[in-house]
């Protein structure tokens, strides 16, 4: 998937660096396809679990903070690439993109191996629901200003299978295109969590 984004989003840079652990892999193959340089940007936190599923964004901030710490002697006066695996909200990948512009970055490029995500999951994955998907509500120029990246590029559906190097059809792709393969109730389509909610309250009547 590196090696496509890196063929699909090309980038004049110094470094490529990731969002460790999730963008590691990522990074290394659009490092090696672009022959820019991989480079560990960030010391992680073992301790702190994932960030995005955690249900108040105060806490989530809090949680990138401790977990990420910027390597500034790697990351000052740099053009940087910063590789992830996908952007859910927006609000964590902001705090990163500052951490490296704290930390001394001349520019940051940021590549996404997955396509936008735009709708939820409900097949069992812990995603948040349809409105708090930035892509789904911004244009990748939007999202773009508001991570405050001097670019941002996501690898393309196309691109994705064309990485995986199965056919398409044996993939779930809903969450980035809606093609959900078994129908989804439609209050549930309507609220992920409403049939959870009208579980709990027939319960405790």
Do not use: W
């Not at 590196?2 to 004049?12: F, H, Y």
């Not at 999730?22 to 672009?34: D, E, K, L, N, Q």
């Not at 991570?147 to 199965?166: F, Q, R, W």
């Not at 044996?170 to 439609?186: G, L, M, R, T, W």
């Amino acid at each position: 998937m590196g090696k496509e984004l890196a063929r699909e989003a090309p980038v004049d840079a110094d470094i490529v660096i990731s969002v460790p652990d999730s963008g590691t892999p990522a990074a290394i193959g659009y490092s090696a396809a672009s022959k820019i340089r991989y480079a560990e940007g960030f010391i992680k936190n073992r301790y702190i679990g994932r960030t995005f599923i955690q249900p108040v964004q105060e806490v989530r901030e809090i949680g990138v903070r401790l977990k990420l710490n910027p390597l500034k002697e790697i990351i000052q006066n740099k053009r940087i690439v910063v590789v992830d695996d996908s952007i859910v909200r927006g609000n964590t990948s902001r705090k990163i993109v500052k951490m490296l512009y704290t930390a001394g970055a001349r520019e940051v490029h940021m590549r996404i191996s997955s396509p936008p995500l735009l709708y939820p999951c409900y097949y069992g994955i812990d995603m948040a629901t349809k409105k708090e998907f930035i892509a789904n509500h911004k244009t990748i120029e939007d999202i773009r200003r508001f991570l405050n990246v001097d670019s941002l590029k996501y690898i393309s559906i196309e691109g994705l299978v064309k990485a995986i190097g199965e056919p398409e059809d044996k993939f779930c792709f809903a969450c980035f295109n809606s093609d959900y393969p078994v129908q989804i109730p439609e209050n549930m389509e309507h609220d992920k969590f409403s049939l959870d909610r009208e579980e709990k309250i027939s319960t405790n009547v």
